[in-house]
């Protein structure tokens, strides 16, 4: 395989987890058939972009973002609050007034766009934009692209602000993407992207953050080089709490400073040794600890006859159950508030998803770890019978 910014051939293997389904499409039935793809990462020596490794086998839009897609980002109140006080950061930094216009990349259904009072629009392909639609917030149901961002220009004009959160590992041709972020931005505009950093990722043995979805894993040194060569400058960074941490990249077209933030990331990033292939290996050795301890403590669990469930039937958690091989002779069921997810089946592991807890469980696995503090408060009542607490990653931990 080649890599999908330079082209240069890799070779240094990440992790290889196996095979597993889309993580986002769950089943309405138990046994409807379903295809399992490779999740094996390469790391690219030349520019350093991880990628998912697709050799043998094409995993396109059409299979990952269908009409059913489940994921909603209003459920997390949490989530929805870093979209608000982001909002309110950004019109005030950048100065946005009545004649600015915000472009929102994956802007889902409407989460982070409700809350600008200024003119806006979002591109979304899945469903979930029907929901920001219903909000009075115009939406493109659209694959973003460079040929998009033209048409979208010329049509509209080019954007003061354009946003993208968790979506740049969303996309296949990256290098394309990208380019539409210079195409339709004005050129004193601004661009920010959101994205787990992959330093936290290898240090903090968050492999379930690997599904289909992501083509990519991103570090700020891959990211600057992947901008530059579309002709936007990096010219600050913010570290954040998100997704186990993430960072908040900001781009332009003209010649601004390139802050110390950078700076510091990108020195960070070399001093761990991302610029090194012995950063990246034994990745795999800890990922296979944390699914035995899974393992272990699950089958502990039914030999006693102690109940396990788990809360929140996100990707992640996917990943996670389908490595370990976890059924529901395991894990009795999933309690996810998405109704879209409601009434199916995890995808591989045919768990079934519940909206509310049907028993009184000993054990409440937490599969959305970076929700886990809101989770905790929402389930706090399993407190009354004894009930505990449970997360896998980094490592096991009962609480």
Not at 275 to 303: H, N, S, T
Request: glycine residues 6%; aromatic residues 12%; proline residues 5%.
């Amino acid at each position: 395989m080649k890599c999908r910014h330079c082209d240069a051939e890799l070779s240094l293997e990440l992790v290889d987890l196996g095979a597993a389904p889309p993580s986002n499409v769950f089943h309405a039935v138990r046994d409807e058939p379903e295809m399992s793809y490779p999740l094996r990462v390469l790391v690219c020596t030349n520019c350093w972009l991880a990628q998912t490794d697709m050799t043998h086998f094409t995993l396109g839009y059409d299979q990952l973002f269908t009409d059913e897609y489940p994921y909603f980002s209003s459920t997390s109140a949490s989530f929805v609050e870093h979209a608000k006080r982001y909002v309110e950061r950004m019109t005030e930094r950048f100065k946005l007034g009545p004649d600015s216009l915000t472009v929102e990349v994956g802007s889902n259904d409407g989460y982070l766009l409700q809350w600008l009072k200024t003119p806006c629009y979002g591109v979304e392909p899945t469903k979930t934009g029907e929901q920001a639609a219903a909000k009075g917030i115009e939406t493109f149901g659209k694959f973003f692209t460079s040929d998009f961002a033209r048409e979208a220009a010329a049509a509209r004009g080019q954007a003061d602000l354009m946003i993208a959160n968790n979506v740049l590992a969303h996309v296949p041709d990256i290098n394309d993407f990208v380019k539409g972020f210079e195409i339709l931005l004005k050129p004193t505009g601004v661009a920010t992207f959101e994205f787990p950093h992959l330093l936290n990722l290898v240090r903090f043995n968050q492999f379930d953050t690997i599904y289909s979805e992501h083509y990519s894993y991103l570090s700020l040194t891959a990211v600057q080089k992947i901008f530059a060569a579309a002709g936007l400058l990096v010219f600050d960074v913010e570290k954040l709490q998100t997704h186990g941490g993430s960072l908040r990249v900001y781009a332009c077209k003209d010649g601004r400073s390139v802050s110390a933030a950078v700076l510091n990331v990108l020195a960070e990033e070399r001093a761990a040794g991302m610029l090194e292939p012995a950063f990246y290996a034994g990745f795999q050795a800890v990922a296979d600890r944390v699914k035995d301890e899974l393992l272990e403590f699950l089958l502990l669990a039914k030999r006693m006859k102690r109940t396990v469930v788990g809360f929140g039937a996100a990707a992640k958690g996917n990943t996670l159950l389908n490595y370990a091989g976890v059924r529901a002779d395991l894990l009795a069921y999933v309690v996810d508030e998405t109704p879209a997810k409601q009434g199916k089946y995890l995808p591989g592991s045919r768990i079934p998803v519940v909206s509310f807890a049907t028993t009184r469980p000993d054990y409440v696995l937490i599969l959305p770890w970076n929700f886990r503090k809101e989770i905790m408060v929402k389930m706090a009542h399993i407190r009354e019978w004894g009930g505990r607490f449970v997360c896998a990653i980094p490592r096991l931990e009962i609480t």
